[in-house]
């Protein structure tokens, strides 16, 4: 009897057990850690963000999170990435407003990866969502957070 106890709290736990915190990370998941790096980008890019939204950004990030964009010929680690992003905020370029945000149109999963179609776009005042051209970016993770962004356009 006092096994199977022992059985159900270990499965109880399980079950409580947020996801990453042994290294996993499931589909569910990684698309939920992208969904909540674009939210935090937006916030970053609109007029008025602050150096704690910045952070918050990079919070979510693994400690060796590298970012690479191709077209831009940008290859940052996490320190060279906050400095790339704290220039930008002192020099006021960010200045989207609240009806702009990105959002994802597709995504395919890999072994810890998953490769996202996405869009920035425009709510209109009926609440409605217009995309502008489709992008790529592929998401690597690592100890359950993300640790790769390579944008692909």
């Known amino acids: ?25 499931d589909s569910e998941c990684q698309l939920s850690q992208v969904k909540a ?25 693994h400690p060796e999170v590298s970012y690479v964009h191709i077209e831009y010929d940008a290859n940052f680690d996490k320190a060279s990435w906050r400095r790339a992003f704290m220039r930008n905020l002192e020099l006021g370029r960010f200045n989207n407003s609240t009806a702009q945000e990105q959002r994802i149109l597709k995504s395919i999963n890999g072994k810890n990866h998953l490769a996202v179609e996405y869009a920035h776009g425009v709510v209109d005042g009926e609440g409605k969502w217009h995309a502008d051209a489709p992008l790529l970016a592929l998401f690597g993770f690592r100890d359950g957070q993300i640790v790769m962004v390579k944008e692909l356009w």
């Open 1 to 25: 009897m006092r096994t199977l106890m022992q059985i159900g709290l270990v499965l109880v736990g399980l079950c409580f057990t947020p996801v990453g915190v042994a290294g996993e990370c």
């Open 37 to 61: 790096y674009f939210g935090a980008l937006d916030k970053v890019a609109r007029k008025g963000s602050s150096v704690a939204d910045i952070e918050a950004l990079l919070m979510l990030m």
